[in-house]
């Protein structure tokens, strides 16, 4: 990928908004910290960096991020404090606001003087380890919370567990501390924390499964899908991570191994959906589907079916069911993870009717669909959020870093 020279880009609408807004005592703003935008690398340090130039250093500009965030040094270099998610799944998006606006609201009452250091680690470990509430990350938060809330001189501390496919130069593990005026306490709980990850940096993912050993195992479940579904999570085409939503690799296995299995398997390729729902319902139609957004991980696949369902809904643009044998594919105009059943009956698809149901979301599904799942597969394949690490193309990370190189210290 290109990047263009981010200085040739401007903010200037946006910062004068901030200017014109009078005297300004401080700044709150919540960015995710991992924003992409063709064309641009750091998109969030770009706007950080044009209101800094234009308001100057005295006064106090908070920042929060997503826990995934990657930090960059210009994001570093122009915030005066950073405040992250202390929850994944994320959870306390209101607490962060709360607290990064208690900070600087304390700011620029003196109350407080904060000084923030922090870390990029050679890190980089994505997937199922990385839960708040459980082993090996609920030790570690759980020590945060405490430092925080036992240290008044402990503004925040933040652990970012950045997703591990964004191929970026900066890419890696992040520590961070804010602290009351004390910039020798942030420095050394920076460190603790980026040891505390490091510590642990070797403890396996959940294990998943192929595509083809996924359908075996939902062909295997026959007795418990006469009392729901099983659910394929398509964690390498995680939606909510950033992913298309147009992985053809499940029902690829799908059409070659178990055509027969009622499936919901949803797939976004706006110009397939287009194409189909302009037939009329009852009509065949053979497509081309796939392989359009993403072509690096995903291969474009030929279906032939019958058109049966067409909707136009905002969620999802155009979308037109196309059923081959007992493949339901959903083809859309636009993404979504189908976190919640209803997200699949708004289609008119009722999951008791499904042996196969495929979502693209990694954690509230789990809970969710509880009521007619019977069998979670964790589905493994090529694309754009694979947790495997070695099995993402990636050209512009720092190196060495772990685990694709053997090293023995987070620190750069
Ligand atoms: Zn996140």
Not at 27 to 42: A, L, N
Not at 300 to 311: A, C, D, H, Q, R
Not at 315 to 324: P, Q, T
Not at 346 to 369: C, H, I, M, Q, S
């Amino acid at each position: 990928m290109q990047y263009d020279d981010p200085s040739s880009w401007r903010y200037d609408h946006e910062v004068d908004g901030i200017v014109k807004a009078g005297k300004i005592d401080g700044i709150y703003i919540s960015m995710h910290g991992t924003m992409g935008v063709e064309g641009m690398r750091d998109t969030e340090g770009d706007l950080l960096e044009a209101i800094r130039s234009r308001i100057g250093n005295d006064i106090p500009i908070g920042i929060s991020h997503d826990l995934h965030a990657n930090l960059t040094k210009k994001r570093m270099r122009h915030a005066t404090f950073l405040v992250g998610y202390k929850t994944n799944p994320h959870r306390d998006h209101f607490e962060t606001g709360y607290h990064s606006g208690k900070i600087l609201v304390n700011t620029v009452l003196g109350k407080v003087n904060p000084v923030m250091e922090w870390n990029k680690m050679r890190l980089l470990k994505g997937g199922g380890m990385n839960v708040d509430f459980l082993s090996p990350m609920r030790k570690i938060f759980g020590w945060m919370e405490d430092m925080e809330d036992d240290d008044q001189e402990v503004l925040c501390l933040s652990n970012f567990m950045v997703h591990i496919f964004i191929d970026d130069p900066e890419l890696g593990w992040s520590t961070v501390a804010v602290t009351d005026g004390n910039r020798e306490k942030a420095r050394k709980l920076a460190d603790e924390l980026a040891d505390k990850n490091w510590a642990v940096r070797d403890v396996k993912h959940p294990e998943g499964s192929t595509a083809e050993e996924a359908v075996a195992i939902a062909k295997d479940k026959s007795f418990l899908r006469n009392f729901g579904t099983v659910v394929f999570c398509d964690a390498s085409d995680a939606v909510g991570a950033g992913s298309p939503g147009g992985n053809t690799w499940i029902l690829k296995a799908l059409l070659e191994k178990g055509p027969e299995l009622v499936s919901y398997v949803p797939l976004r390729d706006g110009v397939a959906a287009r194409k189909a729902y302009k037939k009329d319902i009852g009509e065949d139609i053979t497509l081309t589907v796939g392989g359009r957004l993403d072509p690096v991980y995903n291969r474009p696949l030929k279906y032939s079916g019958t058109v049966i369902k067409k909707l136009d809904i905002k969620r999802l643009g155009k979308v037109a069911i196309v059923k081959h044998k007992g493949i339901h594919l959903v083809l859309t105009e636009l993404a979504d993870s189908y976190p919640k059943p209803s997200d699949f009956t708004e289609l008119g698809l009722g999951l008791w009717k499904a042996d196969v149901t495929v979502v693209k979301n990694l954690f509230p599904f789990r809970y969710n669909y509880i009521v007619y799942n019977r069998k979670t597969v964790n589905v493994i394949t090529p694309g754009t959020s694979n947790v495997d690490v070695f099995e993402l193309k990636l050209d512009s990370i720092p190196r060495p870093i772990y685990p694709l190189d053997k090293i023995d210290s987070w620190r750069l």
